[in-house]
C-alpha cells in the first residue's frame, strides 16, 4: 500500500528544480519501488516571476520560505536554497517542530552541524546530507552508517570539481591557471565569481564534513587550514609530471595518535596514487581504514541531476522514518574532536628555488633545512647562466618547521626566490 508523505522543499535552483522533475516524473517509478507517493506540498523560491523547468499546482510555488516549513501538510523539509544564516534559521525550526530534514548545504552543515544534530536528536528525526560532499557519490551514508564501526585513519577527497577541471587542463594542455579558469566559467564548471571554489573554501567546509564522520569527532570549518590553486602555476605542473606526480587539491583529513587534523591544500601526489587518475569536474574520495584497507568512491560531484539522485534517496530514507512514526536515533554521534595544530601537522614539501649558480648554494641551502630540524630527500638543480633552479622534496617534518626553513632560505644571499612551495602528499616519511 502506497501512503503520501508531503513535502516541501526550500529552493527551485540547479538541485531543487531537478528534484522536482524526478519526484513529478518519477512518481509512479519510485512508488513501485518504495511503496512511497510524494506530493510536493510547497516550493520556496526567491522570485515568483522567473521561469521555471517544472510544473506544480497553483499555490505551491511561495516566496516565503516559513511557509514551507510551518506548513502542517509538510512532514519532510528540503533545503536546497543553501547559505547559511537564514537556511540555518529554517532547517533549525524545521527539525525542532519534529519534521525531518534533508539538505545539500555543506557551509551549513560545516558551519552548524553540532547545533543541528543536536536539534534532530531532541526531536528525534533524522537530519540527512548526502548530497552536501561529492554531489551524485554516496559518501556520507558509507561513512556515517557502512563503516561506523572501522577505525578510519585517513580520508582524502578530490571534492571540487571545478579546481579539479581547471588543474586538469593545467597538466595535460599546459593552460595557465587564468585559461584554464576562464574555460570552466565557460562550460559553466566555475561560477562568475570562483572564490569559494578556487580559494579552497568550499572543500574545507566538506572536509570538515568528512574528518567529523570519518572519526565520529566534530572538526568544525574553523578547524580545517586550507589554500587554494590560484598561485599555481604551469610550471610545477610539467615538473611535477617529469616526476611521476599530478597536482591535486585535496581535502585530507587524518587521525593519528597526536589527535586529528583536517586541511586542504594542493598536492603532489604520485601518479599512481587512484586519485592521481580523477580527471575533470569528477569528484572522488579514498579512505583508508585499519581493517577494510582501502576504499575509492568517485563520480559526479555536482550538476543538478546527480545530486537530486543523492536527495533523493536521503528524502525516501528519511520519509520511511515519518510512515513508520518512530523516533529515530542518531546516525553519529559527535565527541570534542582532540586536534592538532596546523603548525604540527607533518607534511613533506616541495620547493622551488630560483638561486645564484655558483658553488656552496646547495651547501647554505642544506644547512637552512637542518636548522629548522627539516631533511632533505631529494634535490634536482639545473643552471641556466649565472643562475639555477633548483627542485627540492623534504622528508616530512612539521609544518612550523617546513615554513621556518624556507623564510630562512628566502633570506639567503644566493637566492633570488623562492618561486613555490607545495605539499607532497606520498607514502614514504
Ligand atoms: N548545484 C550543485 O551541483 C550542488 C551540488 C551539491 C550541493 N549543492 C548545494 O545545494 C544547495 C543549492 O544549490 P543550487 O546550485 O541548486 O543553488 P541555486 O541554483 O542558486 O538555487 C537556489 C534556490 O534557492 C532559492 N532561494 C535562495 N534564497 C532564497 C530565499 N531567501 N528565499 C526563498 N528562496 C530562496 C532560489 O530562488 P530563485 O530561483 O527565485 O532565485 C533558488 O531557487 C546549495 O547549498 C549548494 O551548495 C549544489
Do not use: C
Not at 560532499?133 to 563503516?147: A, N, Q
Not at 583536517?262 to 579512505?287: C, E, K, M, Q, S
Not at 604540527?344 to 620547493?351: F, I, L, M, N, S
Not at 622551488?352 to 630527500?377: C, M, N, Q, T, Y
Amino acid at each position: 500500500m502506497e501512503s503520501t508523505v508531503g513535502i516541501g522543499i526550500l529552493g527551485a535552483g540547479t538541485v531543487g528544480s531537478a528534484l522536482i522533475q524526478r519526484l513529478v516524473d518519477d512518481h509512479v517509478a519510485i512508488a513501485a519501488k518504495t511503496g512511497l507517493d510524494f506530493s510536493v506540498r510547497r516550493v520556496a523560491v526567491r522570485d515568483l516571476g522567473k521561469a521555471r523547468a517544472f510544473e506544480v499546482p497553483d499555490g505551491v510555488l511561495t516566496d516565503d520560505p516559513w511557509l514551507v516549513v510551518n506548513d502542517p501538510e509538510v512532514m519532510l523539509v528540503v533545503e536546497v536554497m543553501g547559505g547559511r544564516d537564514r537556511a540555518g534559521d529554517l532547517v533549525f525550526a524545521a527539525l525542532e517542530a519534529g519534521k525531518p530534514v534533508v539538505t545539500a548545504n555543506k557551509e551549513l552543515v560545516a558551519s552548524r552541524g553540532l547545533e543541528l544534530v543536536a536539534a534532530a536528536e531532541r526531536s528525534g528525526v533524522p537530519l540527512l546530507f548526502e548530497a552536501a560532499v561529492g554531489g551524485g557519490i554516496p559518501i556520507i551514508r558509507p561513512l556515517s552508517e557502512t563503516l561506523a564501526g572501522e577505525p578510519v585513519e585517513r580520508v582524502m577527497g578530490i571534492v571540487n570539481g571545478t579546481t579539479n577541471f581547471i588543474l586538469s587542463r593545467m597538466a595535460e594542455d599546459g593552460a595557465e591557471y587564468g585559461e584554464a579558469l576562464a574555460e570552466a566559467q565557460a562550460l559553466g564548471y566555475a561560477e562568475p565569481d570562483p572564490t569559494a571554489d578556487v580559494s579552497g573554501a568550499d572543500a574545507a567546509a566538506k572536509a570538515s564534513i568528512l574528518a567529523s564522520l570519518a572519526f565520529g569527532a566534530w572538526v568544525g570549518v574553523d578547524d580545517v587550514y586550507y589554500e587554494g590553486i590560484e598561485d599555481l602555476s604551469p610550471i610545477d605542473m610539467a615538473f611535477a609530471s617529469e616526476f611521476g606526480y599530478a597536482i591535486k587539491l585535496l581535502a585530507v583529513a587524518e587521525r593519528s595518535a597526536a589527535g586529528i587534523s583536517a586541511r586542504v591544500h594542493p598536492v603532489l601526489l604520485p601518479v599512481d596514487h587512484p586519485l592521481a587518475a580523477i580527471r575533470g569536474a569528477t569528484n572522488a574520495v579514498f579512505i583508508e581504514g585499519e581493517s577494510v584497507g582501502e576504499l575509492l568512491f568517485s563520480g559526479p560531484g555536482a550538476g543538478g541531476a546527480p545530486t537530486a539522485t543523492a536527495v533523493l534517496g536521503d528524502v525516501i530514507d528519511a520519509a520511511r522514518g515519518v510512515l513508520a512514526g518512530a523516533e529515530v536515533a542518531p546516525r553519529i554521534r559527535f565527541s570534542p574532536a582532540e586536534l592538532i595544530r596546523f603548525d604540527d601537522v607533518a607534511t613533506k614539501w616541495y620547493v622551488r628555488l630560483e638561486v645564484e649558480d655558483r658553488p656552496g648554494v646547495l651547501a647554505e641551502i642544506a644547512g637552512a633545512f637542518g636548522d629548522s630540524g627539516v631533511s632533505i630527500k631529494s634535490v634536482w638543480q639545473e643552471g641556466a647562466g649565472d643562475e639555477a633552479l633548483l627542485l627540492i622534496v623534504t622528508h616530512r617534518a612539521a609544518e612550523a618547521d617546513q615554513r621556518a626553513a624556507v623564510e630562512a632560505i628566502a633570506k639567503l644571499d644566493p637566492v633570488r626566490q623562492v618561486a613555490s612551495v607545495l605539499r607532497v602528499e606520498s607514502e614514504e616519511a
